[in-house]
Every structure is written in C-alpha cells, then in structure tokens.
C-alpha cells in the first residue's frame, strides 16, 4: 500500500479504519478509494478545508505555541471564539480585548490573517465546523457541542451583530451584463469563449462558478427549438439546449437535475465550442496570450478573473461585482421582469425560498410604492 493514498483517505474515514484496512487492502483497491474520497469532495470543498486547517494549525501555534491537539481542550475553542468575535468599540477602551496583537502579527506574517478587527460570524462558525468534523474524521470526540462552547458562540455572535455582506456587491442584472457583453464584439478567440461564459453562468440562472469551469461536452444536451412566439408555433424559433447539473452544493450528481437555455446563450455557446472545435471534455478552457486555446479547463478563480476583466473593459468598478453577481443578478433580473419566485428557482436552483426572496424583495420594494412614500 502507498502511504500517500492512506494519506489521501485519513481525512475521510476514522484513523482506527485506516489502520484496518492498512492491511486488509491490495495497494491498488486503496488507491481506488483514495481517487473517489477526493474526487467526492469536490476541488473547492478541499481547498476550502485545506485553507481552514491551516489557518487554525497557524493560530494554534501563534496563541498557545504548540500545535492543534486532537482532541481540542475546551479551553481552546473558547479562546479560538475570544479571539476572533469581539467589540471594536471595546477594544479602544480595552486594548487586551479579542486578539492579542503578537497573534495577529504572527498570523499575517504566516500570510494567514488579512481581515482587520473581528472576523465575520460565518467565518468563525465554517472554522469551527471544520475543527469538529476533521475530529470526527479521526475517530475523537471534541468539544464543539459543549453547553459552555454552544452558549458563548452564540452570546459573542449576538455582541457581534455584523451585517452579512453579500460575496458581489452588485448584482450583475442584464443591463450590466449587456454592458459587459459589448466589450467581446471584436471578433477573438477569446471573446467568443467569454460571450459565451457569461451568457451561459447568467441565463442558466446564475450557476456558480466551479459548475461553470467544471462544465463539459456531455452536459449539453440538444432539445427542439421553441417558437419565438407561443402563439404562433409556426413563426420564428430559437434554439434550445439542456445543461445536466453536476453534483454541487444543494444537488447530488445523481439527481438529474436539468437547466435549460434559450435564443441567445445557446447561439454564443454553439459558436464558441465550433470555434474550439471542442467535441469532447470541458467546454471552457484557458486561452494563451496568442490566442491557442489549451486543453486545460478553466478553474473557478479564473471565471470570476474573466468577469473582473471585462467589467475594467466595460467602464464598471470591478470591486463592486464578482462571479456571484451574476447568480444575484439573475433572481433580481427575474423579479424586475415579473417572473414568479418560484419559477426563477427552478432555473437558479436555489435551495432556500429565504435566500431567493432576499433578492427577489429587495428588486421588488425598490420598484413598488411603499419605499416611495417619502
């Protein structure tokens, strides 16, 4: 058996099974599992939890001096809490309040804090859920579920009392994205594959970015075209294709679950995979300074780059939108234009009404009378 593929499994399963099935394995079975544990995580999945254990190996020795200990002493994750929700306003009048400064030094010396004062609930609630189930990975109990750590995790949040901010500050609606699009007229390789990106994550109902990237050949599915007018079957039709959803965060890989495109998207995307000539494996991949596409698949970062890029072009701060903008922008789009909360859910697959309805409400009450009244 290698031990790098024991490796590769010890963060899925109890190290008391790694030990049996050490022996009980042909090396070969063992690298077969490794390759499924990982590849059933998801890329993001693990560079989120390899950038979390990280960070939390690199506090631990800055706060206490000696590594993460399995299991955690319930003293440290109350100092982790301490150390990482507090009061600003507290802090002026008690500079012993939250972090110390030597740890804060230590950590952005490490590159491993860049945040400014406290950090966000979510953050600190990620983190720890991390510590717990790499606990749970390992065969130990730890002290995540406490009366004592529940109760001050949750005391420290409600002093903390940050609004949540949202990943895009702007949702990229389809008057922005209209801006956007005009800056990939000028006929290039590039500009073809990047139409044909934004039109696909945006009208697709705002898929992610690793659905995006990790989207391939196989997952376009042709359908009939529809009429451009209900009402007249016999008039002119647009184009029609399916998208089959991967597994992402709210759906299974085996859930059949289906998107469609119409008109437009499904024009830019059949022009970029005629002009790449792709026929097989990801549709998008990365395009050297020459213009010779690879057959390397682009990876999430480099769509939200792609979107950051064009709005520069396009005249549009590029702070102010990211990758998400587009899966916002999308619900805010189809509340302006009326269409049914649900039925924008059905396209954008959000799993919770709540989060839809944020943005959904928001577009709507800015439209309506009541915010007018003044």
């Not at 490796?7 to 109890?14: H, K, M, Q, S």
């Not at 909360?341 to 943005?359: G, I, N, W």
Request: net charge positive; with cysteine; aromatic share 4%.
């Amino acid at each position: 058996m290698m031990a790098t593929d024991a490796d590769a499994l010890l963060g899925f399963l109890p190290l008391s099974t790694i030990e049996r099935i050490d022996t009980a394995l042909p090396s070969a079975d063992l690298a077969t599992l490794a390759y499924l544990a990982r590849a059933g995580t998801g890329e993001n999945s693990l560079r989120a939890l390899a950038s979390d254990l990280a960070y939390l190996e690199a506090w631990s020795l800055a706060a206490t001096g000696t590594a993460l200990g399995w299991p955690a002493s319930q003293s440290a994750v109350l100092q982790f809490i301490a150390h990482h929700l507090w009061d600003a306003s507290e802090r002026d009048r008690n500079p012993d309040h939250g972090m110390p400064e030597t740890v804060a030094l230590s950590l952005r010396r490490a590159g491993r804090l860049r945040a400014v004062g406290p950090h966000a609930p979510a953050t600190v609630r990620r983190r720890l859920a991390v510590w717990a189930t790499l606990h749970r990975w390992r065969g130990v109990d730890g002290p995540f579920t406490t009366p004592l750590v529940r109760n001050a995790l949750r005391l420290a949040i409600r002093a903390a009392d940050r609004p949540r901010k949202r990943k895009s500050a702007r949702p990229v609606t389809r008057d922005v994205l209209d801006d956007i699009l005009a800056t990939c007229d000028r006929g290039r390789t590039i500009d073809v594959r990047d139409r044909a990106l934004l039109l696909l994550a945006f009208a697709s109902g705002g898929r992610r970015r690793s659905e995006i990237a990790r989207l391939r050949y196989d997952d376009v599915l042709d359908r009939p075209p529809v009429p451009v007018d209900p009402a007249e079957p016999d008039g002119l039709i647009l184009p029609v294709v399916a998208l089959q959803l991967r597994r992402t965060k709210t759906a299974s890989a085996d859930g059949g679950e289906l998107v469609q495109l119409v008109g437009r998207p499904v024009r830019a995307l059949r022009a970029w995979l005629n002009v790449a000539k792709i026929e097989e494996g990801t549709v998008f991949r990365a395009i050297d300074k020459r213009g010779k596409i690879g057959s390397r698949p682009l990876n999430a970062q480099s769509v939200n780059k792609i979107l950051k890029r064009r709005c520069v072009a396009a005249g549009l701060d590029p702070m102010l939108y990211s990758a998400h903008g587009l899966r916002s922008g999308y619900v805010t789009e189809a509340a302006r234009q009326g269409v049914p909360l649900l039925e924008a859910m059905q396209q954008s697959r959000h799993r919770s009404v709540q989060q839809a309805a944020d943005y959904y409400n928001e577009a709507q009450l800015a439209r309506g009378r009541a915010a007018r009244l003044g």
